[in-house]
Nanobody, 122 residues
Framework: QVQLVDSGGGLVQTGGSLRLSCAASGRTLAVMGWFRQTPGKEREFVAAITWGGAKTTYVDSVKGRFTISRDNAKNTVYLQMNSLKPEDTAVYYC?????????????????WGQGTQVTVSS
C-alpha cells in the first residue's frame, strides 16, 4: 500500500516562491510527479522525475521557474516554484507510478496525494 502526503502550499504574492513536498510511504515508485487543477478544469501535468533523477519533464508554462527533485533516501519529491504567477493558482497534487517514463498523462499514475492549495495573489 502506497500513501502520498503532499504539503507546502499557501498564499504568496506574484513573483514569490513556494516549495511543495510529497512524502511517500510503502515503497519507492519509478516516477513521481506533480499535477495541478483549478475548478471546472481537468487535472494538468506540471512536472515529473524518474527514480534516479536522471530525467525530468515540465509543462512549457513552468519551464525555467519550477524545479522538481527527489530524495530517495527520504522517499520524498519536491517542487520548488519560483517567480510565481496568478495563473499558477491551483490545487497541486503529488502523483506516483511505475510508468517507464515521465508521463504527462493522469492515467499513468496509480497513487495520488490529497492535494495542497497554492494561491498567488496579483
Amino acid at each position: 500500500q502506497v500513501q502520498l502526503v503532499d504539503s507546502g502550499g499557501g498564499l504568496v504574492q506574484t513573483g514569490g516562491s513556494l516549495r511543495l513536498s510529497c512524502a511517500a510511504s510503502g515503497r519507492t515508485l519509478a516516477v513521481m510527479g506533480w499535477f495541478r487543477q483549478t475548478p471546472g478544469k481537468e487535472r494538468e501535468f506540471v512536472a515529473a522525475i524518474t527514480w534516479g533523477g536522471a530525467k525530468t519533464t515540465y509543462v512549457d508554462s513552468v519551464k525555467g521557474r519550477f524545479t522538481i527533485s527527489r530524495d530517495n533516501a527520504k522517499n520524498t519529491v519536491y517542487l520548488q516554484m519560483n517567480s510565481l504567477k496568478p495563473e499558477d493558482t491551483a490545487v497541486y497534487y503529488c502523483a506516483a507510478g511505475d510508468t517507464m517514463a515521465t508521463s504527462p498523462q493522469v492515467r499513468d499514475y496509480d497513487y495520488w496525494g490529497q492535494g495542497t492549495q497554492v494561491t498567488v495573489s496579483s
